[in-house]
């Protein structure tokens, strides 16, 4: 009779602490890549989306070619994006990092136009009055009112990316997708597992901590809830 294997790797069990424990530095990387392609990305696209949205507000001839090719991006499949990309970028996480950005363009520039949009007429006409300027009325009044539909928009963007970052595992930039890829070509079940537990966690983390600033940075929002 065959000896029965003592410990979860060798039985290839799908939860396996020994895994957890001998592939920590792994796990690790795999974490803080995942962390860093998705910050950098959101923060790129949120970096061009704001005053593209801006100008869609300011010079309303804009918004349909600005939504327009937005949404375009949005549609290309993610393989047929790297595919376009490969060519600038080569196989590199520049690669994954402009992939995940113009995805997340699309929600934010909807979600932060919407929020300027909303911005009340008279508020606009009231803050001129009291001599604010173009820039000044922007930063001072309208984005800031605009910021309950902007974190929305970035709560969405951050949570997509998250997710969107595993497609990086083709070019061998996938953070905890790398770990995902290469477990289900051979199905190590704890690897596949853990790492898309991983995945979960932090795209929950992620909008829970987003939720909290949202809720300090617009406290005017609590007040009007209640």
């Not at 801006?54 to 290309?76: E, F, H, M, N, Q």
């Not at 995940?100 to 009340?120: D, F, K, Q």
């Not at 890829?181 to 983390?205: D, E, P, R, W």
Request: hydrophobic fraction near 55%; proline fraction near 4%.
């Amino acid at each position: 009779m065959t000896a029965t294997p003592d410990d979860c790797l060798a039985r290839n069990e799908w939860i396996c602490g020994e895994y957890l424990s001998t592939r920590r530095q792994i796990l690790g990387d795999a974490v803080v890549q995942h962390l860093q392609l998705t910050a950098v990305s959101v923060l790129i696209a949120l970096a061009v989306a704001v005053p593209l949205a801006v100008a869609a507000r300011r010079w309303r001839w804009t918004a349909g070619p600005v939504l327009g090719v937005t949404t375009v991006l949005y549609t290309i499949p993610s393989l047929a994006m790297f595919s376009l990309l490969l060519p600038l970028y080569g196989l590199s996480a520049s690669l994954v990092i402009a992939g995940l950005a113009l995805y997340s363009l699309t929600l934010l520039v909807r979600n932060i136009l919407a929020g300027l949009r909303a911005v009340p007429e008279e508020t606009r006409q009231a803050a001129r009055g009291m001599g604010y300027g173009p820039i000044r009325l922007l930063l001072a009044v309208e984005l800031p009112l605009a910021l309950p539909a902007a974190m929305a928009g970035l709560r969405i963007a951050v949570v997509s990316a998250v997710s969107l970052v595993t497609i990086g595992a083709i070019v061998g930039y996938g953070g905890l997708g790398n770990l995902i890829y290469s477990g289900m070509n051979t199905y190590f079940k704890a690897q596949v597992l853990t790492a898309s537990a991983l995945c979960v966690i932090i795209a929950v983390a992620a909008d829970l901590l987003l939720l909290l600033v949202q809720r300090y940075v617009t406290p005017w929002t609590r007040a009007v809830s209640a």
